[in-house]
């Protein structure tokens, strides 16, 4: 099977059959969803979701946030991973966005990583979700699931999974497929025990392929 082909299958199977795939961070604007994805790093959506109602409650624009201090915020986000570091950069974050952008998230996406706690993950994540911008954000389950079906070969950064990503998949699937591969590797395609007999996208795939050769 040729890289094309793979691509092409893995493609054409995720269109078909998941054709809407969103974020499953819970917000109503941009400001909610850059603190929810900031939240996120290296934590549960489902905990984030869990988490920013009341955050929101209290600090429901960016203006109310950058008026607080981390001391303040950390009370509503001690239950997310490294809460007194993301504490500090929503903080930064919310005053940045008032002193330099008029308090608007800036749809700039390099402009968007000088803000505290934003890096090029982040940034992608919400030109795709937000404007559709033809990026492709790659977290642990994107990095995991592209090398395991065979989407990369031997990538050793997000950034080489990013551009490989991008350099074969049509621009303006991009922000959709990275909800596909996210979706599928956390409901599918665990890092640990993954559903291969449940995989709808079995026969494209290289590890099923090497690991039924072996049988």
Not at 13 to 37: G, T
Not at 159 to 186: D, F, M, S, Y
């Amino acid at each position: 099977m040729t890289l094309r082909q793979r691509y092409e299958g893995i493609i054409g199977w995720f269109s078909q059959h998941m054709p809407v795939a969103e974020s499953e961070l819970r917000y109503e604007n941009p400001y909610q969803l850059l603190v929810a994805v900031i939240l996120s790093a290296q934590c549960t959506d489902k905990r984030v979701n869990m988490t920013t109602p009341a955050l929101f409650e209290r600090f429901p624009t960016p203006q109310a946030m950058a008026g607080a201090t981390a001391e303040e915020i950390y009370p509503y986000i001690r239950s997310i991973s490294y809460p007194n570091n993301k504490a500090k950069n929503l903080a930064g974050m919310a005053r940045m966005l008032c002193e330099e952008f008029g308090g608007e998230v800036p749809a700039d996406l390099d402009q968007m990583q000088r803000l505290p706690g934003v890096g090029r993950k982040t940034a992608n994540v919400l030109g795709a979700v937000l404007w559709q911008r033809e990026v492709m954000p790659v977290d642990t389950h994107v990095f995991r699931v592209s090398e395991r079906i065979g989407l990369t070969t031997g990538s050793k950064t997000p950034l080489q999974t990013e551009l490989a990503l991008e350099k074969n998949i049509p621009g303006h699937l991009l922000p959709v497929a990275h909800h596909w591969l996210i979706l599928h590797g956390r409901y599918v395609c665990m890092a640990r025990n993954p559903q291969c007999d449940a995989c709808g996208i079995a026969e494209w795939c290289r590890k099923y392929a090497a690991d039924h050769k072996k049988q």
